[in-house]
Nanobody, 126 residues
Framework: QVLLVESGGGLVQAGGSLRLSCAAS????????MAWFRQAPGKEREFVAA????????NYANSILGRFFISRDNAKNMVYLQMNSLEPEDTAHYYC???????????????????WGQGIQVTVSS
């Protein structure tokens, strides 16, 4: 069973930065594509960013393109989301997710990801 635990969230002023971390345990992390999703109050969960199992390929939602960057460290079983130039609209609960299909291609589809963290709150004040 793959367990994902997010950290690094909190309250930040608009224009600031945060780095989210996701620690994975169980399974073979280096085989899995990983992604970040977020859910704002009253809205559906949405895709933010994805990274391939090797870290070679990434994909981003248009709303955060150029501001957020996803990365991973397979030696440490970690995936990160560096968030810069944060806006109040980025306020949401952020989730780390794993695609447990080994060596699968990148996906923005929520249903592809079978392991999820509990999520962590990011609040951006104006």
């Amino acid at each position: 069973q793959v367990l994902l635990v997010e950290s690094g969230g909190g309250l930040v002023q608009a224009g600031g930065s945060l780095r989210l971390s996701c620690a994975a345990s169980g399974g073979t992390f280096s085989n899995y594509g990983m992604a970040w999703f977020r859910q704002a109050p009253g809205k559906e969960r949405e895709f933010v960013a994805a990274i391939s199992w090797s870290g070679t390929n990434t994909n981003y939602a248009n709303s955060i393109l150029g501001r957020f960057f996803i990365s991973r460290d397979n030696a440490k079983n970690m995936v990160y989301l560096q968030m810069n130039s944060l806006e109040p609209e980025d306020t949401a609960h952020y989730y780390c997710a794993a695609n447990l299909n080994p060596y699968a291609g990148l996906s923005r589809v929520e249903g592809v990801y079978k392991a999820w963290g509990q999520g962590i709150q990011v609040t951006v004040s104006s």
